[in-house]
């Protein structure tokens, strides 16, 4: 048959209502027309987020009950960091309680003032933690990446080239460890080639720098290899998933992404030294590292979950959901990244409302005027997220200006999409009549979770 079905059925469901649209302009009024401050609640679709908040199966939750809760050595424990090692062949694993523990574990050891890191790009919580510790973010993604109407296999590359160029201008002790992020999130959830990942460890090989893989998404990555990369057809996604983890010498991990739980993440690697720093660190922070801040239960919500993103036929129907959307967006003409990304469609920004100045982020008026039509909550990554701003605070635009639609796992269903879908073509219709935003408050870290804005008439 040529329908792809979800490759489940639901057995629990949780309620959700659509308040009318007099509701939803307080409610956006109330929230300082920033929609990380709205109730859930006031959201029908929400796609804020793929991260924690997918449905678990049958069997995490069957798990979840036998969680054993020892302080030290549970069972869960020994069962985690057994599934981790299989898929990812590291050494040392340590548990955290969500990714951005594992990275400001990783950055407050590894990095000193002044430090380049380089990534394909870095997402937000990755680039705060390198700065926060006095580093220095670089991204260095492939030149089609940037181009959000062009076709291409694996447009979450690295550029190999910038790389040596970055390599080359500031010295090898300023550069701890390269990163790569897979899928890349911050530019439209694209994958990176198994070919790309091997030659940016051959680069970084001939220097003595090693590689870090965020590998928060890393079996939408290998179901794209998979799909698209020579010699990959007949190789099962966890046979993927251990040699792209086969090129690195450590990760950071959201289980709360590719590991199906609701929380969790873990610090991997395979030199002793590290272990013992990040170890030193994870105690303090975390927790002892046979739970790094989770229950025994999470432990074995998250070990079954990370297979169960491996299965082919999961990987397939989580494809489809994108796919569908994506083809129904671009008919429509709606200018979205293309191709569509392994956890998220993404509207071009910039492209959807010409009229209003990047530094008046066109991405916050489409995600505030989605609201506003349908009650669907997505997300701006664009110059709110990404943009940077100097000491006399001038701010500089991000290079893409995107709105992203997350998709959690196994939660929505497709006549939610096509809602979605009708409430896109309303916005996009009363497009010319969106207006920009000006912030009004803002923190120094991450501001795009809590500022506040008002509209620029
Ligand atoms: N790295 C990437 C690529 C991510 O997408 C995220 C989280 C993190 C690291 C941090 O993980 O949330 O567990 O601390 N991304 C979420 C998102 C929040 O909405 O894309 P975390």
Known sequence: ?????????????????????????????????????????????DLLTDSGTGAMSTKQWAAMMLGDE????????????????????FNHILPTHQGRAAESILASTLIKKGDIIPNNSHFDTTRANIEFSGGIAMNLLCDEGLETAKIASFK????????DRCIREYSVDRIPFCMITVTNNTGGGQPV????????????????????????????????????????????????????????????????????????????????????????????????????????RDLEAIAVGLMEALEIDYQIYRHATMEYLASRLIKRGIPIVQPSGGHAVFI????????????RYPGIGIVNQLYLEGGVRGVELGTVMFGTTDEKGRETASPLELVRLAFPRRV??????????????????????????????????????????????
């Open 70 to 89: 020892s302080y030290a050595g549970s069972k869960s424990w020994i069962n985690f960091e057994k599934t981790v090692k299989t898929i990812t062949g």
């Open 1 to 45: 048959m040529k329908t792809i079905i979800e490759p489940f059925r639901i057995k629990t469901t949780e309620p959700i209502k659509i308040i009318s649209r007099e509701e939803r302009e307080a409610a956006l009024k109330a929230a300082e027309f920033n929609v990380f401050l709205l109730k859930a609640e006031d959201c029908c679709i």
């Open 193 to 296: 080639s198994m070919e790309n990942i091997r030659n940016v460890k051959k680069q970084l090989n001939q220097y003595g720098i090693p590689l870090l893989i965020d590998c928060c998404r890393f079996a939408e990555n290998a179901f794209f290899i998979h799909e698209r990369e020579p010699g990959y057809a007949d190789r099962s996604l966890l046979e993927i998933a251990q040699e792209m983890f086969s090129y690195a010498d450590g990760a950071t991990m959201s289980c709360k992404k590719d590991g199906l739980a609701n929380i969790g993440g873990f610090l991997a690697c395979n030199s002793d030294e590290w272990e013992e720093q990040f170890r030193n660190l994870l105690i303090m922070r975390e927790g002892f590292p046979t739970y790094g801040g989770l229950a025994g």
């Open 156 to 163: 979450g590359n690295m550029d190999i080239e910038k790389l």
């Open 348 to 359: 071009d920004a910039a492209k959807f409302l010409p009229h209003v100045d990047p530094l």
């Open 412 to 457: 929505y269903t497709q006549s939610h999409v096509d809602y979605l879908i009708e409430v896109i073509e309303t916005v996009w219709k009363s497009r010319n009549s969106i207006p920009g935003y000006r912030i009004t408050y803002q923190q120094k870290y991450l501001r795009h979770f809590t500022c506040h804005f008002e509209m620029v008439e």
